[in-house]
C-alpha cells in the first residue's frame, strides 16, 4: 500500500512523530511550511498563532509535491492549536482535495487534544479514517512516544 505522511511542525514534535513513521513504514514524507516562515517564539509566537486560529484564514504554504491520487493512504498530522488542527494543515486540506482515501490523523499537543481530531474528521469527510492517535509532547517523552507509535501503526490495516 502506497503511503504518505503530511505534516506540519512549528515546535517539532509533529516532526517527531512523522520520522517515527516513516521509520516503521514505506513512505513517503511531506512537511508543510508556511509561505512566510518565520522563527517565532514567546508571545510573537502566540500572537501569530492566536491571529491564524481566530481569524480563520488559512495561511498560504510554501510549494510542496503531494498527489492524492498516487497514494493509498495518508497520514496526516498536525499540532493542536486552540483545540483545533494547525491552520497550515487546514491550507493544506483546502487544496489537496482528498477523497476516497483511507486516512490516519495525529495530533500533538501539550495538555490536551480538545476537539482537534473531531475537527479533522469533519475537514475529510469522504474519505475513510482508519486510525486516530493524541501524542502529548513526544519530542519530550521519546521513549513512551516510540513505543505509543509503534503500537498505534500496528492497528493500520
Known amino acids: ?43 510573537t509566537k502566540g500572537i501569530w498563532g492566536f491571529k491564524l486560529m481566530f481569524s480563520k484564514k488559512n495561511p498560504p504554504l510554501k ?8 497514494y493509498d493512504m495518508v497520514i496526516i498530522g498536525a499540532p493542536v492549536w486552540a483545540a483545533s488542527p494547525a491552520p497550515p494543515v487546514r491550507t493544506f486540506l483546502s487544496e489537496a482535495e482528498i477523497t476516497g482515501k483511507k486516512i490516519a490523523l495525529f495530533v ?13 474528521r469533519e475537514m475529510l469527510a469522504g474519505n475513510t ?18 513505543r505509543q507509535i509503534g503500537d498505534w501503526v500496528k492497528g493500520f490495516n
Open 108 to 120: 500533538t499537543h501539550a495538555g490536551g487534544k480538545g476537539k482537534a481530531l473531531e475537527k479533522f
Open 1 to 43: 500500500m502506497k503511503t504518505a505522511v503530511v505534516f506540519y511542525s512549528l515546535d517539532g514534535n509533529c516532526a517527531f512523530v512523522a520520522k517515527e513513521l516513516i521509520a516503521l513504514l514505506d513512505a513517503d514524507l511531506i512537511r508543510l511550511h508556511t509561505a512566510d516562515e518565520k522563527q517565532r517564539k514567546g508571545l
Open 63 to 70: 510549494p510542496y509535491s503531494f498527489n492524492p491520487a498516487a
Open 129 to 146: 479514517i482508519i486510525a486516530e492517535a493524541d501524542f502529548n509532547g513526544p519530542a519530550k517523552n521519546s521513549e513512551d512516544a516510540k
